[in-house]
């Protein structure tokens, strides 16, 4: 490791931690959605507006930030990304005051802005800190702490925020008095409140402590003069980064759509309350990690793109069994959904980009990261069918998802054997 990274080793720890904090903000986001249902009565339409406002954040905010690091500097990116993620955390408290679920939604866009700024910004930091040569095996590395970030926000979720939750449903809050109700979703608020404020807190200490370290003096030096809509024009003639967009953006909707409802899916078949629940999302998400270590084992041996297939037909596969299952079945094959999803956004994205160079893959890039919008587009369709025909019907919008993948990996797979 220390070939990779060369002098930098204090630099990419640093940076690799913001891999670990950007998958904390993400899945804290999949149990929001469960807190919220029982704390404000809501349906599953409305909560899925946390996504919407998360999403859509890094869709406004990828191609921004990268004009701003190409203006400044890598390290400029991650200390604005830091402060606008520590500045939405702080928002839960007032958001947590004043009981509005659009004040949330308001602090949940500000702090994904800064998750859009941090990871549009840390990837390409973090192949420059080194020769070459060993860019991929230290992206590798630093892609690490991503999922051990997603397993330390299940676990803050679980104990500090489900676990503070009522018992009572919407009916039985329904005949408490408004004095009653106030009173006990002040102390529900205010867990979910101190917990973000106390991921503000860390992120500003990791602020602070990048602005007075010396990091390496990474500057986008490419030229100015090509011009952001005509590389999108000539982009657009490529058809794998054109369809990959389209791939990466129904991939991005299935996770999270996938992500936001395990909860309550898991709530509905095995039927208990939120906080033992989350126990299969953090099962999910530990079978999302190994998998994914195995899919880059498997890479040595078979072609990215076929395994991408065949992960696509898994899916549906294990897609189905939720639909029409029942009990621990559906919830065992909602837990394999999440192992075939390991390989599906790094694999789509190395795809998309295998035709494109220098000035035009850094373009290239940012519609890709553009395409994250699949999550803010797709989780709301899906809820609106949980809510008019049943949680577990609503996952034939994941099925769908999963069939344009496998449709994008086998025109791939095509179109390769017919150039040879």
């Not at 602020?207 to 010396?214: E, G, M, P, R, S």
């Not at 309350?273 to 953090?282: G, I, K, N, P, T």
């Not at 295998?354 to 899906?382: C, D, F, N, W």
Request: a positive charge.
């Amino acid at each position: 490791m220390s070939k990779d990274i060369g002098r930098n080793h204090i630099p990419f720890f640093l940076v690799a931690l913001l891999f670990l904090l950007w998958g904390v903000a993400n899945n804290m986001n999949d149990t929001l959605l469960a807190a919220f249902r029982r704390i404000m009565s809501m349906s599953d339409l409305q909560t899925s507006l946390v996504q919407f406002a998360f999403y859509g954040a890094y869709f406004c905010f990828a191609l921004p930030a990268a004009m701003f690091i190409r203006r400044f500097s890598c390290k400029s990116g991650i200390l604005l990304g830091l402060a606008l993620y520590a500045a939405g955390t702080m928002l839960f408290y007032p958001a947590g005051n004043a009981a509005s679920y659009g004040f949330f939604l308001i602090a949940i866009y500000v702090m994904a802005s800064g998750c859009a700024i941090l990871e549009t910004t840390a990837n390409p930091y973090i192949i420059s800190m080194g020769s070459p040569e060993t860019a991929t095996r230290r992206l590798n590395i630093a892609q690490t702490f991503n999922p051990i970030g997603a397993v330390c926000g299940i676990l803050l979720s679980r104990h500090f925020i489900l676990s503070e939750l009522h018992d009572a449903d919407a009916a039985e809050r329904c005949r408490m008095t408004a004095g009653q109700l106030a009173e006990m979703q002040a102390h529900e608020l205010s867990a979910v409140s101190g917990t973000y404020m106390l991921i503000g807190f860390i992120l500003l200490s990791l602020l602070v402590i990048i602005a007075f370290v010396k990091m390496p003096g990474v500057r986008d030096d490419a030229s100015p003069h090509t011009g952001i809509l005509a590389t999108f024009r000539k982009l657009w003639h490529d058809r794998r980064w054109r369809y990959g967009v389209v791939a990466q953006f129904f991939y991005v909707g299935v996770q999270t759509g996938v992500w936001s409802f395990t909860i309550r899916l898991a709530m509905a078949e095995l039927g208990v309350l939120e906080r033992d629940a989350s126990m299969v999302f953090l099962w999910a998400i530990l079978a999302f990690t190994l998998f994914r270590f195995l899919f880059t084992w498997l890479m040595g041996y078979v072609r990215p793109v076929i395994l991408l297939a065949g992960a696509s037909v898994a899916a549906i596969f294990f897609t189905a069994a939720v639909i029409f299952c029942h009990g621990w079945t559906a919830v065992i094959s909602l837990v394999a959904i999440s192992a075939c999803m390991s390989l599906m956004f790094p694999t789509i994205y190395g795809i998309a980009l295998g035709g494109v160079r220098g000035e035009e893959a850094k373009i290239a890039a940012s519609g890709l990261i553009m395409s994250i919008l699949g999550g803010a587009l797709i989780t709301p369709v899906q809820a609106a069918v949980s809510d008019c025909a049943g949680i577990s019907v609503s996952f034939v919008v994941p099925l769908i998802c999963f069939i344009v993948i496998l449709i994008y990996s086998t025109g791939i797979i095509r179109k390769d054997y017919a150039k040879k």
